[in-house]
């Protein structure tokens, strides 16, 4: 019980790659427990309705809006956040062709469009802007107008590809990984 009286509830989960044990209150959201039990501020808040995208994670490979999901709910998962993708020195392709490309301004929804589209590329053939537009719609941006974004995932679909091509043609060192 917590000071409240409020029941607490065990967890725990492998958040980029840790394993996190804690107690918490029944209907704290996933958001709330990222930011502030972990301090993984990445994940932004937005709407908190799970309409802007602005709070997307991975959860066991899925992006998942994490203001509409329960930290309860999230036991036992794998979570990934935009803090696992890389690094200030050494970016991940996703997060260098966003930079390239000119696919953040303000820079509050690319955490969510990071994850959303990471989730994109390893599920969805993306062969048209269209598909990638489709793939990004529940994801809102106030800035970029999209361009940029959907330019930063077009390279990230052709160079998918040709890692695909030659994996097929059976060529070393070709194993897929996550953009």
């Not at 953040?104 to 537009?133: H, N, S, V, Y």
């Not at 489709?134 to 679909?157: F, P």
């Amino acid at each position: 019980m917590n000071e409240r009286g409020v029941k607490l509830h065990p967890v725990w989960m492998l958040v980029n790659g840790k394993v996190e044990e804690h107690e918490v209150e029944p209907r704290m959201l996933l958001s709330d427990f990222l930011r502030q039990r972990l301090g993984l501020t990445g994940t932004h808040v937005g709407c908190e309705h799970g309409v802007c995208g602005a709070c997307t994670v991975m959860v066991d490979g899925d992006s998942v809006r994490s203001c509409l999901m329960l930290a309860v709910r999230a036991n036992g998962t794998e979570i990934r956040t935009v803090e696992s993708m890389g690094r200030i020195d050494a970016l991940s392709p996703l997060q260098e062709a966003f930079r390239e490309h000119h696919g953040l301004q303000c820079g509050f929804c690319t955490p969510g469009m990071l994850a959303t589209c990471a989730d994109a590329l390893q599920k969805c053939a993306l062969d048209t802007e269209q598909e990638i537009r489709d793939a990004l719609s529940g994801n809102l941006c106030r800035c970029t107008g999209y361009q940029g974004i959907v330019e930063a995932v077009k390279v990230c679909v052709t160079a998918r590809n040709a890692l695909r091509t030659a994996a097929a043609d059976g060529a070393p060192g070709t194993e897929e990984t996550t953009p």
